[in-house]
Structures are given as C-alpha cells and as structure tokens.
C-alpha cells in the first residue's frame, strides 16, 4: 500500500489505524481457528463426527441458517435488525403451499409465490421503518414477527401441506454427486453476497449507511432505498431458506422457522459484526453459521440433552463477543 | 514553601504512546496568581499536558513540582486534593441539579452527615457568596440546564474556586462563547487571579492570549520551544514560533475573476426558520455569510442542499430551475456541502481514507456495475496526494486523523465529486493554523478555476479576509450585503445583531 506522505509512523500502528473493514481479515482468523479447534474436539469426542456422512449432514442442517443469515447480517450491518425472518420463512412457505396444493400453481409459479412472498414481505418491514418512521427496526420487525406468524397459522388452521412435487424440493433435497444442493446454493449465495457488498456502489452504500447514516444521506446516499433493499432482501433469503427447509422435510408447516432469527443473531455476532452497524464481512458470518452447527452436531452425536444445546448457543455467544473485546483492548493499550 | 518557588513547575515531562512522541522533555513554569497560556497547533500536546496534571494518565518520565511537594504521577483524585481543578470544553455540570448542588458536588454539606441529610440552605448560601463575590449575577437555586453556556462555565469556576483550587486550568473556554460572554469569562479570570490562584489558559485565539495572559508557553511537535512574558512578544511572533516557520499574509486571498451567475436563490423560506432568503453567487466568487450563532445560516444552506424541506423559494443552478427535495439532488446540480461538523456529518469515522474521499457517487467508479478496490484507491489517492494529506495510507480509519486531515479527507471527497458550488460550513473550526492557511488557498484555487464558493464563518477576521462579499444573517433573515472593501467588524456586528447602521 503506498503511502503519501507518511509521517513516519512505524508498521504496527499503521496496522492499528486501519478501517476495522479492513481489519476483519485479521478477526476471521480467530474465528476459523476456533471452529477448527472446535471440529477437533468434536472430532476427538465422538468417532462418528468426522464422517462424509454427518459432515454433510452438518452442511445441509446449516444450509437453511446460513441463508437466513444473510439478510439478518445486513439488516445489523445497517444498524438495525430483522426479528421476522422466522414468521416470513413459515409465512412464504405457507403461501407457497396453499398455491401448490390448493390452487394447483405448477411448481416453478410456487417457488416464484414464495420468493416473492419473502421479498414482500421484507419490503413491508422496510417500508415500516421508512415512511412510518418507526424509531427501530426492532420495532417493525418485532411487530412483522408476529403478525406473520399469526397469518402462517390462521391460513391452514395451523396444518401442515406436504408432498410437493419434486421440483420444489430441488434445492433442499436433491444432491449433484455426493454434494448437496443446499450446499451449493449456500456457497453460491455467499461468494455473490460478497461480491455484492465489496465490489458494488450500493453495497458500499449499505456500510455507509451503517457506519454514519447522516453522512451517508448527505453525501447523497439514498438512505431510504438502501434501508427497504435491506429489509427487502432479508425477507427474500428467509423465504429461500424456507424453500430449501421445505425440500428437506418435504412440508410446509406453520411453525416452520419458529426462533430462527436467535441463531441467526448469533451466527452474525459471533462472526463479528458490530451491532452499531457498518462493521462486519459476510465471509464471517458463515463461519458463525457453521460454529453454531457444528457445535449443535457435535452435541447431538453426544446425547446431550438439547436443553444444554441451548445453554450452549448463549454461552457461545457471550465468550465470542468478550473475547472480542478483550482483543480490542489489547490491542489498544499497545504492545 | 518557599516563596520565591512557582507554584507549577513541571520538569522534562515525557508521554509515549504507540508509535507517537506525544511530550518531549516539556518544562513549564507558573507562580500564584499567573495566567499563563499555553498555545500550540493541534498536535502539539496541549491536551496530553494538561492530562498528565490532571491525573488522567501518568507521564513516562519527568518530574510535576506543585505546591511544594514533587510528584512522579498524578491521579484524578490526587489532582483534586491537591487543588488542580480543569475546566473542560464539554461542560462538567448535571443540568438537573442546581447551581449550588452542582458547585458541591463530591463535596456536600450535610446536615446530619449519618442520616445523609444534606444543608441546602448551607449550600446555597456559600454558593451564593462565591458567585457573588466573583461578580456574578447568577442564583444558586437556578437549574443549571437552564443558563446560557456562558453563565455555565462561570458556574464550572466557582466549583473550582469552593474547592480551594489553586490552579484551574482552562482548556479552549472561550470556544462556545459569545463576544460578551468571553468578556465575563475574562473579568473572571481577573478575579480569580487577584485571589492569587494560578489559570493555565490554553487557547488558539492568540487575541485573547495576548489580552489575558502574563506570560505564555508555546509547544509544537510535542515539545515546549519558547516560554516569555507576553509584554515582550507579540502574536506574529507566537505564530511563528507555533508553526515553525512565517505565516505570511494570515488570509491569503485571492481574487478571482467574475463569471456568470451560478447560484440563484430567490424568496428561500422555511416556517420559523429561514425568511425570504434571496442572493446570488457568481462563478469566481467567494460569499460569505456572517452572522451570530443561531442566526441560520447552517439551515439556510440545509435548505438549498435539500438535508432539510423547504417551504418556498426557487433555486436556479446556472440559469436553470432546480427542484432540491433530498441530498442527491443538490449533487447531481453540482452543488457540495461541507458540513460544520465534520465527525458527525460529514465522515464515516470507522472507514478508510479510501472509502470516505469516494462516497459521492460512488457508481461513477464502477465499470457495468464492478466496483474496483484498486480504482477507489488510485483515485482517492491522487486526491489526497494533491491536498498533501498526511496518511499512513488510503486504508487509514478516518477516526484517527487529527481535525485538519479529516476536514481534508471531506475537501477530498467534495472535490471527486466535480462540484461547481461549494458551501463550506466552518471550515476552519477545530484545525490548526498551518491547515487553516491550506484551507485558504484551496479556496482561493476552486475560485479560479471558475467555481462558486459560500463561506459560513463565525470568526468576523476570516468572514472579512477570505470573501468578496459578505452577506449577514440575523434570525433567519440576510440583514446586510457588504463588498469586502467596506467591511468593518462592527457592521458587521450591528447587522449579525439585527440593528440597522449605515453604511
């Protein structure tokens, strides 16, 4: 990097002075090493964690959390969040269902219902937060949350809708080789995201309205637009991963999604990014996803009870973010 | 103590932080009852000084004689035993209690000291004997949120003064005063030295060291260079010895041929706001608007840059009609704003060099939608390479730049914005005096390549040296237009206060 008129200031502060964009290279280490120590342990603790078998299992259980991750990390990337992927995951599904088996929409036509559903149904969120100037997504979301839920459950009399052609369950069921197409799509939706937020002018406008959002707007940065894509997208990945959740089981199911956006949280928090926003890298955040199932996997192949796959999930939590912290002070002080 | 030792010595005092020298061996002398400046550029260790006295942090090395006693470190607590008090920019005052509650805070009176009852009556009579002994009208019961921010400081003074403070140290007082209000704080001053307690007034206003202070310290990069009595030097001189070289010609400008009309205001209006606000800015031109704080000339230009609505009034860039209904639209007509506060407007702190110079329509850098990072750095570096800004490189977190390169960095991101109109809202404020002086030329260089620039500016000196015309705002209202020739303070000030004169 060159340096223009550098004043002298030697390496390891030209290091600290770096854009924490920047620098989330430096954090992805910390975290990839604990997964690994993780798969280690795991590895160690029981014989069959290792296999072909369950590590894809791991990846296909983690393919629908990964995706619903996606929105909820650029919802916090903003400075906000998304409490409703949940209810829009079984909301989407719902509606895709009634339109598969009810009104006899071929499956191409569902799938397209669902998404657009999704999307829908985020562009509401946003729209609330926009032009109702609610105060926090929190609020719109938290609102979203259960209104969808209630229309998911109200549209069948809280029954499931099963057997679907096999067209719908594609991206949830079906394999290409030993390899499954969640898999795949998890790793496509990534690589796209990426690229979407680092090489593109409106997903560079996504982290400055996270990182200052009045200089954004000033500096002529559709504050509005960004914050509806946002939410919009969220709800578009949520009806997604729905999609691939209905593949895997073969049901749509109104309590489908049901406390999706905790783990969703978590993932993106352990990956690192800040809750006030503009901090953070989707590559990141699928490191989270795979954390959090590797460790529900690992606990699982255990016994454990699930009550303590809970405990665990928290606890996760608080030591990924305190170890953050304590890595920030110490850099701080100086060496 | 002996009598004839000062009341501060300080001795070789040394700070290191990563990768900066922030003290270097820095000596400095006050007795009872001196009012002592300290002037320096931004970075040159002012604050890191007044830190170590205050106990905030400890020095490296180097010696702090108070009162007697020699101290290798101080803390908060120590400071305030000792009787150092410090009087903050960001006022330390609870605005919910009162005066008197506020001036005892830590140290109350009580009544029946078990049961914790306190003796307001106490409490407010000795309040009240302080204030008005220093002179003041102010009541101890008033709520402090409730006075002025100048009546606030006085009442920051008085908790100095009750606590038998013997040096109160004064960082930047007069930066959120009024012309009167500076006056009072300046009475007080006196007051309090006549008691025989020793002011360490650090100040960039070197008018005001010169008027108030018996003797002055100088810093730069860190270390003191000069220490005099302030009857044997004169504010060029300080200047000089500030910067390290000569400040010729403090307003450098330039004029710059006039061409056509670029800015057309006509009848701007805002409900309780902005009232008929109608000028004109001409290519090669630098207007300047004067006016008291509140005056609303930062509304007027919100306004036309479309940060806030309007209720009428036409805007017409270079002939033709312009609606302006939201931040983008003023950009697209080439109009830039430089907002007057910087960290909260106008940058994204905890993003790079890089990214803040190009946030102005950053899709123009995109070939078919692909942004390259290679080609936001490239451009952002030839814009800071041209503004000599000084950076440890185009991924540098904008935070950590001192006030004078982040107000760079927005010039930067501006200019790549190709902007025909620039409004600069203070832009000098919070930088020091060799930026100022870059600041200044760069103006004068966008006026000679033909483009319009608006100037809102506080400081009646800078207003008068850099603007061809001025225009005075009063309340909303533009008051008076003055060519810069005519200019004098006091028009100024008459107009800016909403009184006529004539001209």
Partial sequence: MSKIDAVGLPMDTAKKAKSPAVTGQLYRLGVLLSLLLLCCVMSVLSSRFLTMDNLMNVASQAAVSAIVSIGMFLSILTAGIDLSVGSILALSTMTMGVASARWGFGPTLSIAVCLGAGAGLGFVNGILLTKLHLPHPFISTLGMQKMARGIALFITAAAPISMFPDEIQFLGNNSVGTIPVSFLLVAVLYVLMYLFLTRTATGRHIYAVGGNKEAARLSGIKVNGILNLVYTISGFTAALAGLVLAGRVNAVYPLAGLDYETDAIAAVIIGGASFFGGVGSIGNTIIGVLLIAVLRNGLNLLNVDSAFQTFAIGAVIIVAVAVDVLRQKILKSGR | ?503
């Fill in chain 2, 1 to 503: 103590m002996d009598a004839s030792e000062p009341l501060l010595k300080v001795e070789g005092l040394s700070k290191k932080f990563p990768g900066v020298l922030a003290l270097s061996s820095v000596d400095l002398e006050a007795g009872a009852g001196e009012v002592h400046g300290i002037t320096g550029e931004n970075g040159a260790g002012k604050s890191t000084l007044i830190k170590t006295l205050t106990g905030a942090f400890a020095p490296d090395s180097g010696t702090i004689r108070f009162d007697g006693k020699v101290y290798d470190a101080l803390t908060p607590r120590k400071a305030m035993q000792i009787g150092i008090a410090c009087i903050y920019q960001e006022l330390n005052l609870i605005p919910h209690l009162t005066v008197a509650e506020n001036i005892f805070l830590g140290r109350e009176i009580y009544k029946n000291r078990t049961l914790g009852l306190l003796d307001r009556k106490a409490m407010n009579a000795r309040a009240g004997e302080v204030l008005s002994g220093l002179g003041l009208a102010i009541r101890p019961d008033a709520k402090t949120g409730s006075l002025g921010v100048g009546h606030q400081q006085m009442v920051e003074i008085c908790r100095a003064v009750c606590a038998n403070a013997k040096l109160i140290i004064m960082d930047e007082p007069t930066s959120s005063l009024s012309e009167k209000e500076a006056e009072d704080l300046f009475r007080i001053i006196a007051e309090v030295k006549a008691r025989g307690v020793t002011v360490l007034f650090i100040s960039h206003r070197l008018d005001e060291v010169k008027m108030n202070c018996d003797r002055v310290t100088v810093m730069r990069d860190g270390q003191t260079v000069a220490h005099f009595a302030m009857a044997d030097s004169s504010v060029d001189e300080i200047i000089r010895l500030m910067v390290g070289r000569n400040i010729q010609n403090k307003y450098p400008k330039v004029k710059a041929p006039l061409g056509d009309v670029l800015l057309s205001v006509e009848g701007l209006g805002r409900k309780g706001v902005l009232k008929d606000i109608s000028f004109e800015l001409r290519a090669g031109e630098v207007l300047g608007f004067a006016g008291l704080v509140g005056a609303g000339r930062t509304e007027m230009a919100r306004t036309i840059v479309g940060a806030d609505p309007m209720d009428h009034g036409v805007i017409r860039v270079a002939g033709k009609e312009v609606t302006i209904r939201e931040p983008l639209d003023s950009i697209n007509a080439g109009i830039a704003f430089l907002t007057e506060n910087r960290k909260e407007q106008g940058l994204i702190l905890i993003q790079s060099v890089a990214f803040n110079s190009t946030m102005v329509k950053m899709n123009k850098y995109a070939r078919f939608g692909y942004l390259s990072p290679k080609r936001i750095d490239d451009v952002a570096e030839a814009t800071s390479r041209e503004l000599r800004l000084k950076t440890t490189g185009m991924d540098m977190m904008v935070g950590k730049l001192s006030g004078g390169n982040q107000q760079k960095v927005v010039i930067a991101k501006w200019l790549l914005s190709k902007a025909r109109i620039f409004i600069f809202d203070e832009p000098t404020r919070g930088i020091d005096v060799g930026a100022k002086v870059e600041v200044y030329k760069l103006i004068n260089n966008l006026v000679a390549e033909g483009a319009g620039v608006i100037i809102i500016c506080s400081e009646m000196d800078e207003v008068m040296g850099m603007s061809d015309r001025i225009l005075v705002m009063h309340e909303g209202q533009i008051t008076a237009e003055l060519k810069q020739e005519d200019a004098t303070q006091e028009k100024i000030m008459f107009a800016a206060s909403g009184v006529g004169f004539t001209s």
